[in-house]
Nanobody, 125 residues
Framework: QVQLVESGGGLVQAGGSLTLSCTVS????????MGWFRQAPGKEREFVVR????????YYADSVEGRFFVSRDRAKNTMYLQMNSLKFEDTAVYYC??????????????????WGQGTQVTVSS
């Protein structure tokens, strides 16, 4: 069974950088895409970015485009999220997710089949 494990969260000052990782365990990932979502206290889960596994096609939320960069290492079964110029409003629990098959509904959490446990990112102002 596919399991997703996030790491790399922590506390960082505004303007700083942080890199999150999401590793797939339980076998080689052969799905269509992976993505990152985040959820701040009292708010709904929010789409951040998606990357297709074979072609590395990416799609970013407007709120992070130009500051966050997603990548993946197929050999390591790992997806990364490089977060730069962090803002207080980026504070949230960040979740990685995996999509088994093609789905054009990129930003909907319901389109993803597997989820990690989440990692906390806190940006101090």
């Amino acid at each position: 069974q596919v399991q997703l494990v996030e790491s790399g969260g922590g506390l960082v000052q505004a303007g700083g950088s942080l890199t999150l990782s999401c590793t797939v365990s339980g076998g080689t990932f052969s799905g269509f895409a992976m993505g990152w979502f985040r959820q701040a206290p009292g708010k709904e889960r929010e789409f951040v970015v998606r990357i297709t596994w074979n072609l590395e096609s990416t799609y970013y939320a407007d709120s992070v485009e130009g500051r966050f960069f997603v990548s993946r290492d197929r050999a390591k079964n790992t997806m990364y999220l490089q977060m730069n110029s962090l803002k207080f409003e980026d504070t949230a629990v960040y979740y990685c997710a995996a999509m088994r098959y093609y789905n054009q509904i990129i930003q909907d959490a319901g389109a993803y089949d597997y989820w990690g446990q989440g990692t906390q990112v806190t940006v101090s102002s």
